[in-house]
């Protein structure tokens, strides 16, 4: 008997050891997880945006911003392919002006067996054959016409980090209403007209609109090429001289920091002191509101 269950224990050590060995691996692993976007989420609809990436993941939906724009390509209508302008085809679809941000609501979907061109709003979109991923815009079945903005029209920019001027060109002078807090970060090229690759929050220091850290809602005019930019250095902000660009703004406050020296005030005299310390007290309390110079303690 004894002899019978040492057999048993070695065969079914064999057994077991048999079965390590025969037993492919993927048994033993987990199955990965797939991660899908959060609803919550919104991306940019930039250069670093793939919807690519999306493929194989179900219909997901994503919350997008957009910047109405003509630049770009755009293949079908209605349901688009997945490797175009997000910025561009939202114009197509009705669901953005040209030249106004806006977050919208796509839903990725399967690859379709062909795509149909058409022309709305403005936009040319063009046929494609059989391909491996599209996305739709979530707004319903309705063709929505969306007039571009055009000069004169004020559009306000929530983020200033979404905003990229050289997608105005060509569109006027449009006013742009922006929330913008001074900063040293960027580079800046232009004097009173600006490039429009410059840096606006480092630009509306150097015009003077805003002080460092300082939050303030700005209006900008967009403007057409300049034949040439003046650098200076004001407000602590160096700009740099540039040839001719296709784009620049300007800021439309009117009034503006200045660097200017601060004056010396003249003291009061023995006699009139009592009088004319009050007098000076109130003139440093108007030079404080009115001019932000801070050197009259």
């Given amino acids: 008997m004894k002899k019978y269950y040492n057999t048993l224990k070695v065969f079914i050590i064999v057994f077991v050891l048999i079965s390590l060995i025969i037993t492919p691996t993927y048994a033993w692993e987990t199955e ?13 609809a930039d250069d670093y945006l793939n919807l690519q990436e999306y493929r194989g993941q179900g219909e997901i939906v994503l919350n997008l911003i ?17 490797n175009q302008d997000e910025s561009r085809a939202a114009v197509h679809a009705g669901i953005v002006k040209v030249g106004v941000p806006k977050t919208v609501e796509i839903t990725l979907l399967p690859g379709q067996s062909s795509y149909v ?10 046929d ?42 060509g569109l006027g002078e449009i006013i ?12 800046v090229w232009g004097t009173g007209v600006y490039t429009d690759d410059s840096g606006i929050p480092k630009a509306a220091v150097h015009a003077g609109i805003v002080k460092l850290g300082e939050t303030k809602r700005v209006q900008i005019t967009i403007l057409p090429a300049q034949i040439s930019f003046e650098g200076t250095t004001k407000n602590g902000i160096e700009s740099y001289d540039y040839g ?8 439309n406050d009117d009034v503006q920091a200045t660097d200017k020296p601060t004056p010396t005030p003249t003291p009061p005299s023995k006699s009139d002191e ?12 108007m030079s404080w509101q009115t001019k932000g110079v801070l050197g009259y303690r």
């Fill in 66 to 82: 957009v910047m109405g724009r003509v630049n770009g390509n755009v293949w079908g209508t209605g349901i688009y392919t997945d």
């Fill in 32 to 44: 990965p997880v797939k991660t899908y976007a959060d609803d919550n989420v919104t991306i940019k």
């Fill in 117 to 126: 061109g058409s022309i709305q709003n403005g936009i040319e979109s063009y």
């Fill in 274 to 285: 009592s009088l004319s310390s009050e007098v000076f007290a109130e003139g440093v309390i």
């Fill in 176 to 187: 742009l209403s922006v929330e913008v807090t001074g900063t040293t970060d960027g580079n």
């Fill in 244 to 251: 001719g660009a296709d784009g620049s703004f300007k800021f």
């Fill in 128 to 169: 494609h054959a059989e391909y491996e991923g599209s996305f739709k815009f979530n707004v319903g079945t309705e063709t929505i016409v969306t007039p571009p903005a055009t000069s004169g029209d004020i559009i306000t920019i929530d983020d200033v980090y979404y905003l990229n001027l050289l997608d105005y060109r």
